[in-house]
Structures are given as structure tokens and as C-alpha cells.
């Protein structure tokens, strides 16, 4: 289905543009969504292992799940969605590329400057917290050893960088997306079920300022209704067709 022309009209060289991205983007490389298929590991839903309380509890566990995402995400490869927001990261230079996603993909499609909400499955951080440690650096050990593998600092637990269900944000790449989508001409939202906060409230910031809110989601999502433009198909098929209309002008 082609692109309908006011999109591709608005994105003009100089156009500022917000791309927030979720799980959806990367089902095409074959990482699960979690609330799609295969989204689930042994029988546990994400809500009761992406917490700090069920780490607290169970740390092996919730590495185990962790270790296994690792594992999974480190034999995919990105998808023509990932290469498409990459090359329009160069292409425009006012597109602010947001995503949810933890797994690396857009980065390692090329993308620039990506503001990730939710930190990165290949980090890691000191559980304790301890004083010699940074906050979180990058350890792309897969699989680990030992699980929970130790802190090189402190021998305590390392936990995962990422941010799990009831923790706040970081609070400068929040205020970043925040003013990324206020300041918007057109605002996408890409392959994300729109239930996780404050993610999910970006949307209604854009709109608020005015900007031309464009879904791409082969399902409908709480978001749907408002949307100015929706392409109800897989990112990987929509955002390439929008690619082509703008090359072809
Ligand atoms: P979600 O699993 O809640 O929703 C995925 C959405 O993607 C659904 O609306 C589904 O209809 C849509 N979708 C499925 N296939 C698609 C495709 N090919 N193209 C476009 N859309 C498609 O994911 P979410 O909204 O990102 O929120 C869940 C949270 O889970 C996020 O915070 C994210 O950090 C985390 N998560 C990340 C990954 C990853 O890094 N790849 C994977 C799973 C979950």
C-alpha cells in the first residue's frame, strides 16, 4: 500500500522528526515481542522477572531469562526496518530516533544518535551499587559463566542495564525524549503495543504540540484512535514503501 503523499511530504530535509521505536521493529530478526509469540521464556511472563523485587528474590533467575535473551539477540541480525531508521538518522538531521527496544539493533544497523529509554540488555551495572563501579558499562559475555555473574569491583551481583517495570528513567535521556517530541513535526510510533509509561506518553506530547502522528503497527494498539496516519502493516514492509516514496520524491 503507498505511503499516503501528506507523509511524504512532510518529511522534507529540514523536518524534525521523532521515531519511537518498540519490540516490534526487531521481530522481523526474530527477538521475541513480549506480548506477541515466543514472547515467553519457561512459563514466566516479562512483568514478573523484569523487576528489581523479583531479582531481589531470585537473581539467577531472572539472569537466566536474561542470559537466554542475550544468547537469542546476539544470533540475530537487523531487519530492513532497523537499516531504513538508520539510513534516515544520516539522512535528516533533526530525526531523533527513541527506542524501547534493549537488544542493540538499531545501533549496530548504523543509527546514530539513538536515545534508549530503557538501557541496553548489553550492559550491566553493580547490584550494591558499590562505589569503585561505574553506573553500568558494556559486557557483551555471552553466556556468561556464572550466573549472577560477580561485580569485578566488589564481588557482589551484577545486574542487567536495563530499566525494569517500577523504575524511574534516566533523567537527562527522559527530558531528550520529552523535547524530542514536543518539538516534532511528525511523530512516528513504530511496532510498540503503547502500554508501557512513559514511553506510551510520548505520542500524546507530540500531538499536544501539533506535530502529524503517523502508527505503523499491523495491529491496533490503545494508540490507534487519533492517529493521523496509520499504516496498519510490519515495520519492516511499511517503513521500506515509505523509504521508496521519498527516493522516488
Ligand atoms: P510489546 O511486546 O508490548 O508490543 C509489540 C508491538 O509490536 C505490538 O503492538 C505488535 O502488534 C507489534 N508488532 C509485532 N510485530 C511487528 C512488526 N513486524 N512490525 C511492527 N509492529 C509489530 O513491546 P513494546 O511496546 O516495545 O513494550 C514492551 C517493553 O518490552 C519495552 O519496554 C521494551 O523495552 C521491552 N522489550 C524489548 C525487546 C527488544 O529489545 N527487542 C523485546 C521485547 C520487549
Not at 101 to 127: F, K, Q, Y
Not at 178 to 194: I, K, Y
Not at 217 to 225: R, W
Request: hydrophobic content about 40%; glycine content about 8%.
Amino acid at each position: 500500500m503507498a505511503p499516503p503523499q501528506r507523509l511524504v511530504d512532510a518529511l522534507h530535509a529540514g523536518a524534525r522528526i521523532t521515531v519511537l521505536t518498540g519490540a516490534g521493529v526487531s521481530a522481523a530478526s526474530g527477538v521475541p515481542t513480549f506480548r506477541g509469540a515466543g514472547g515467553l521464556w519457561k512459563t514466566y511472563r516479562p512483568e514478573q522477572l523484569a523487576t528489581p523485587e523479583a531479582f531481589a528474590r531470585d537473581p539467577r533467575l531472572v539472569w537466566e531469562w536474561y542470559d537466554w535473551r542475550r544468547q537469542r539477540v546476539a544470533s540475530c541480525e537487523p531487519n530492513p526496518a532497523h537499516h531504513v531508521l538508520a539510513a534516515w538518522t544520516r539522512r535528516f538531521p533533526h530525526l531523533t530516533l527513541i527506542t524501547q527496544n534493549v537488544d542493540g539493533l538499531h545501533e549496530r544497523a548504523g543509527a546514530t544518535r539513538v536515545l534508549r529509554m530503557h538501557g541496553s540488555i548489553w550492559e550491566v551495572g553493580c547490584w550494591h551499587g558499590c562505589a569503585s563501579a561505574p553506573r553500568r558499562w558494556r559486557d557483551e559475555t555471552v553466556p556468561f559463566p556464572e550466573l549472577p555473574p560477580p561485580c569485578p569491583h566488589c564481588g557482589g551481583p551484577l545486574r542487567p542495564g536495563v530499566v525494569w517495570f517500577g523504575e524511574p528513567l534516566d533523567e537527562q535521556v527522559l527530558a531528550r525524549c520529552l523535547e524530542a517530541a514536543a518539538s516534532a513535526e511528525v511523530f512516528f510510533t513504530v511496532g510498540t503495543s503503547s502500554v508501557v509509561y512513559p514511553a506510551a506518553g510520548l505520542l500524546d506530547v507530540a500531538r499536544r504540540h501539533g506535530a502529524l502522528t503517523v502508527e505503523i503497527n499491523p495491529d491496533d494498539t490503545p494508540s490507534s484512535e487519533g492517529i493521523d496516519v496509520r499504516m496498519r502493516e510490519r515495520a519492516e514492509v511499511a517503513l521500506v514503501e515509505l523509504d521508496r516514496a521519498l527516493a522516488a520524491g
